[in-house]
C-alpha cells in the first residue's frame, strides 16, 4: 500500500483568508514533500521534510508556511494568498529502496486551490 | 546538475497501436530514472523505475523503458495502448538521495478510438 490522502480535494479562498492543506501516510516513510503545480506544468518542488525536521525550503515565499507535526501528518499553511497562487498542489510521502539506496517518493491526489 | 528532456510534448496513437514516449536525461551522477503518469485531475503515479539492475525495466500496465547508456536515454514503450493510457508521462531524474526530483516537461499521451 503506497497511500498518501490529502485533503481537502478542492479549496477556493479569498486573499486575506487563512487556511490549510493536510497531507497523511501510514507508511511509516520519514520523508515528506510538498510540491506545486501549475496547469501543463510538471511538479516544482517547494519543501522536504525529513524525520519531521525542515530540510529543505526551495525558496517560497513566507505566505506559505509548512508544519510536521509527527511522523504521519504534513500540513502546509496559506496566509494572503495570491491569485498567481492558485494550482495544484501535490504532497509525496517516500519509502527508502535498497535496491536503488535512494528513497522513493509516493504522491498523493493534490489539493486544487483557487485564489480569488 | 540533471536535467530531462522529454521530446515531444503531445503523442497522439489509435488503440492497439505502439507507444513511444521519448526521454534523454543528464546526470552528473549514476542517474536513477523514473517514469510517472498523471490522470487528469488526479496525483502522479510511479509507473517504472531504473535501478541499474538491468536495462530494460518493467512497470505497471504493460509499460516498459529502456535504460541505453551511451544514448542517454530512458524511452517508454507500450505495445498496444488502450484507451485508459491517456494522460501526462513524466520522465524524471533524481539526486542521489532520491529527495530532489528533476521532471522533465512531460508527454501528453493521446489515445484514439
Known amino acids: 500500500d503506497t497511500e498518501v490522502t490529502q485533503t481537502p480535494k478542492h479549496l477556493v479562498m479569498g486573499m486575506t483568508n487563512k487556511k490549510s492543506l493536510k497531507c497523511e501516510q501510514h507508511?511509516?516513510?520519514?520523508?515528506m514533500y510538498w510540491y506545486k503545480q501549475k496547469a501543463k506544468k510538471p511538479p516544482e518542488l517547494m519543501f522536504v521534510?525529513?524525520?519531521?525536521?525542515?530540510?529543505i525550503n526551495e525558496s517560497v515565499p513566507s505566505r506559505f508556511s509548512p508544519e510536521c507535526p509527527n511522523s504521519s501528518l504534513l500540513n502546509l499553511h496559506l496566509h494572503a494568498l495570491q491569485p498567481e497562487d492558485s494550482a495544484l498542489y501535490l504532497c509525496?510521502?517516500?519509502?527508502?529502496?535498497?535496491?536503488?539506496?535512494?528513497?522513493?517518493?509516493?504522491f498523493g491526489a493534490g489539493t486544487r486551490l483557487s485564489v480569488l | 546538475a540533471q536535467s530531462v528532456t522529454q521530446l515531444d510534448s503531445h503523442v497522439s496513437v489509435s488503440e492497439g497501436t505502439p507507444v513511444l514516449l521519448r526521454c534523454n536525461y543528464s546526470?552528473?551522477?549514476?542517474?536513477?530514472l523514473f517514469w510517472y503518469v498523471q490522470h487528469p485531475n488526479k496525483g502522479l503515479q510511479l509507473l517504472l523505475k531504473?535501478?541499474?539492475?538491468?536495462?530494460l525495466v518493467k512497470g505497471i500496465n504493460g509499460f516498459e523503458a529502456e535504460f541505453k547508456k551511451s544514448e542517454t536515454s530512458f524511452h517508454l514503450t507500450k505495445p498496444s495502448a488502450h484507451m485508459s493510457d491517456a494522460a501526462e508521462y513524466f520522465c524524471?531524474?533524481?539526486?542521489?538521495?532520491?529527495?530532489?526530483?528533476?521532471f522533465g516537461g512531460g508527454t501528453r499521451l493521446m489515445v484514439k478510438p
Open positions: 509525496a510521502s517516500s519509502q527508502y529502496d535498497s535496491g536503488l539506496a535512494k528513497n522513493i517518493q509516493y
Open positions: 507508511m511509516g516513510h520519514r520523508a
Open positions: 521534510y525529513s524525520y519531521e525536521k525542515l530540510s
Open positions: 546526470s552528473s551522477y549514476s542517474p536513477s
Open positions: 531504473y535501478t541499474s539492475a538491468a536495462t
Open positions: 524524471v531524474v533524481s539526486d542521489p538521495l532520491g529527495n530532489m526530483l528533476t
